[in-house]
Antibody, heavy 120, light 109 residues
Framework: EVQLVETGGGLIQPGGSLRLSCAAS????????MSWVRQAPGKGLEWVSV???????YYADSVKGRFTISRDNSKNTLYLQMNSLRAEDTAVYYC??????????????WGQGTLVTVSS | SYVLTQPPSVSVAPGKTARITCGGN??????VHWYQQKPGQAPVLVIY???DRPSGIPERFSGSNSGNTATLTISRVEAGDEADYYC????????????FGGGTKLTVL
């Protein structure tokens, strides 16, 4: 079964750092485009970052320069390193797999989400 | 960057047909994917490649895409269809390649 499990969320003070993990099973993370998507309380889905199978990475303007997406092929895990966190980064963070091997496809599955709260 | 526009809310009576639109410049030239999200849950794919339905999704869910508008249609709406719905495309020429619509809250009256 293809599955994604996120961990690493929590309460963090403004300016702090946090690393989210997304453990994959049933497929190889390096074979698919993998994204992070977040959802602030009561708001819609916001794309955060993507890593292509070839290794290229892209970021939303709101996180560029502060967040870094990466993967560990040996652990079959996707990461999101979040630095200089702000109150507006408070959200549930989901990892999601592009289900097509060539990219430009649909997201399936999604992880269950992990809540990041940035507050003093 | 590419923008997708959805109506914030759509209301429909049980048994009727709900249509949720997703507007974008020449969106008909892109592949549109639709997700359903119920409170406290992760999004779930309901339509991919404009009109294909994943296994397990009822035939009542269908999609179309032409010109500047893509549409998710839910026939014979049930109370369990009440949820937020999001459209999504890839803008492959952009540094911000993944685009979501703002979401539509479907209310079953």
């Amino acid at each position: 079964e293809v599955q994604l499990v996120e961990t690493g969320g929590g309460l963090i003070q403004p300016g702090g750092s946090l690393r989210l993990s997304c453990a994959a099973s049933g497929f190889t993370v390096s074979s698919n485009y993998m994204s992070w998507v977040r959802q602030a309380p009561g708001k819609g889905l916001e794309w955060v970052s993507v890593i292509y199978s070839g290794g290229s990475t892209y970021y939303a303007d709101s996180v560029k320069g502060r967040f870094t997406i990466s993967r560990d092929n040996s652990k079959n895990t996707l990461y999101l390193q979040m630095n200089s966190l702000r109150a507006e980064d408070t959200a549930v963070y989901y990892c999601a797999r592009d289900a097509t091997l060539g990219g430009w496809g649909w997201f399936d599955p999604w992880g269950q989400g992990t809540l990041v709260t940035v507050s003093s | 960057s590419y923008v997708l526009t959805q109506p914030p809310s759509v209301s429909v009576a049980p048994g009727k047909t709900a249509r949720i639109t997703c507007g974008g410049n020449n969106i008909g030239s892109k592949s549109v994917h639709w997700y359903q999200q119920k409170p406290g849950q992760a999004p779930v794919l309901v339509i991919y490649y404009d009109s294909d339905r994943p296994s397990g999704i009822p035939e009542r869910f269908s999609g179309s895409n032409s010109g500047n508008t893509a549409t998710l249609t839910i026939s014979r709406v049930e109370a369990g269809d009440e949820a937020d719905y999001y459209c999504q495309v890839w803008d492959s020429s952009s540094d911000h390649p993944v685009v979501f619509g703002g979401g539509t809250k479907l209310t079953v009256l």
